[in-house]
């Protein structure tokens, strides 16, 4: 059964880093488009950045410049690199494995991102 377990968050300053991290398992990695996405309450989950498996990457266009997605297929990892944070920021970010063709998608549990001073 296919997992992804994510790892990172935590409270940072506006203007901070943070590395988002995201380990994958039981599925066919290189099989699949990663992305990351965010909520916050109330509002609907955005896509915040994805990568295919050849390297073909998308951005909101809010985190451009300031976000960086990347993978590792030999790893089944994928991470976001998030600089210059701002408490707009702030959201749950999950962790997200699709394979269209196929109509499969999972997702992590989830891991808290606060931008606070």
């Known amino acids: 059964q296919a997992q992804l377990v994510e790892s990172g968050g935590g409270l940072v300053q506006p203007g901070g880093s943070l590395n988002l991290s995201c380990a994958a398992s039981g599925l066919t990695f290189s099989h699949y488009v990663m992305g990351w996405y965010r909520q916050t309450p109330g509002k609907q989950r955005e896509l915040v950045a994805d990568?295919?498996?050849?390297?073909?990457?998308n951005y909101l266009d809010s985190v451009k410049g300031r976000f960086t997605i990347s993978r590792d297929n030999a790893k089944n990892a994928v991470s976001l690199r998030m600089n210059s944070l701002k408490p707009e920021d702030t959201a749950v970010y999950y962790c997200n494995a699709r394979f269209t063709r196929f109509g499969l998608t999972y997702w992590g549990q989830g891991t808290q991102v606060a931008v606070s001073s």
């Open positions: 990568i295919t498996s050849d390297g073909r990457i």
